[in-house]
């Protein structure tokens, strides 16, 4: 009888305990599921955070000014030209609401890039335009942000290395040239995905 109520004990035990029970944790804190296989959303805060810094750091907006207020900086293409599918929205949105929230620069989506707010956008520029009497004008952004994230893959003795390179560039729209450019690596290494410390 006692090693029935043992064994019916353990298994009890057995069935509620789990490796590890979900919680909450910080991007950016390394405590997040490491894969060498796809972007995690730490590699994006890490990107964003360098990218920042690099920006913030420059000279790029030195002097830009409008007659409006601060220039407009308009979201180019950034291309995710890895094996992983994810969205690189990721990245740029992290980094135009920093840019958004320190008053350096306005924001705008390049038509056609966006969806359907870009056409709520659009028409909303022609119904004021309508009202003032006037034609609509195109909006015309003094910078433009685009980019790319590349993606290098090596192993060797049953150890996997991924590496994201992470690119961006900003142009001013009137001369062409790139007023600013980051690139960032994260690298990733080990023989298989793991929690972080």
Do not use: H
């Not at 944790?25 to 972007?39: F, P, Q, R, W, Y």
């Not at 870009?118 to 119904?127: F, M, V």
């Amino acid at each position: 009888m006692k090693k029935l109520l043992l064994s019916a004990a353990l298994l009890s035990l057995a069935g509620c305990s789990s490796p590890r029970d979900a919680g909450y944790i910080e991007a950016n804190d390394g405590s997040g599921i490491v894969s060498l296989d796809s972007v995690n959303v730490q590699d994006f805060a890490l990107a964003a955070d360098t990218m920042l810094k690099s920006l913030y750091d420059s000279p790029a907006f030195v002097g830009a000014k409008r007659s409006d207020g601060s220039p407009v900086l308009m979201v180019g293409r950034v291309t995710n030209d890895t094996g992983s599918n994810f969205d690189t929205s990721q990245l740029v949105k992290k980094m135009t609401v920093s840019l958004t929230k320190s008053g350096k620069v306005r924001v705008a989506k390049a038509i056609g890039f966006g969806g359907p707010e870009d056409q709520a956008a659009a028409e909303a520029r022609k119904s004021q335009a309508a009202v003032a009497g006037e034609s609509a004008k195109p909006l015309i952004p003094d910078y433009t942000l685009s980019g790319k994230i590349l993606e290098n893959r090596a192993a060797a003795r049953g150890v996997q290395q991924t590496s994201y390179i992470f690119q961006l560039s900003l142009t001013e729209v009137k001369t062409g040239l790139a007023v600013w450019e980051e690139e960032k690596t994260i690298t990733k290494q080990g023989s298989r995905n793991s929690i972080g410390f």
